[in-house]
């Protein structure tokens, strides 16, 4: 099976950046689409973008376009997020998450794979 690692997460400063990364391992056959997550304390999981792998289509949460950007490097199956412009809002632990289909969903619930989550604070 696949496993999904996220790494990058830490303290920043309101308007600084940071670069999250999501490794992929295992069977990648399962990571046609590979979306981030984010939940903030006391509220419930939002979704932040997806990019299909195969087709290259990049989705984003309203409230991170423009400031949010997912890419993705195939031959090291792993996927970043790169968070610019950051507000104390954006504080949460952020989540990647896989599914099978090319297809991208904003849905939590129809992704199968998660990682472990990794901590963005931003202090104000």
């Known amino acids: 099976q696949v496993q999904l690692v996220e790494s990058g997460g830490g303290l920043v400063q309101a308007g600084g950046s940071l670069r999250l990364s999501c490794a992929a391992s295992?069977?990648?056959?399962?990571?046609?689409?590979m979306g981030w997550f984010r939940r903030a304390l006391g509220k419930e999981r939002e979704f932040v973008g997806a990019?299909?792998?195969?087709?290259?289509?990049?989705y984003y949460s309203d409230s991170v376009k423009g400031r949010f950007t997912i890419s993705r490097d195939n031959a090291k199956n792993t996927v970043y997020l790169q968070m610019n412009s950051l507000k104390p809002e954006d504080t949460a632990v952020y989540y990647c998450?896989?599914?099978?289909?090319?297809?991208?969903?904003?849905?939590?619930?129809?992704?199968?794979?998660w990682g472990q989550g990794t901590q963005v604070t931003v202090s104000s």
């Open positions: 990019v299909s792998s195969s087709l290259g289509h990049i």
């Open positions: 998450a896989a599914r099978r289909t090319m297809v991208i969903s904003t849905s939590p619930f129809e992704y199968d794979v």
């Open positions: 295992g069977r990648t056959f399962s990571t046609n689409t």
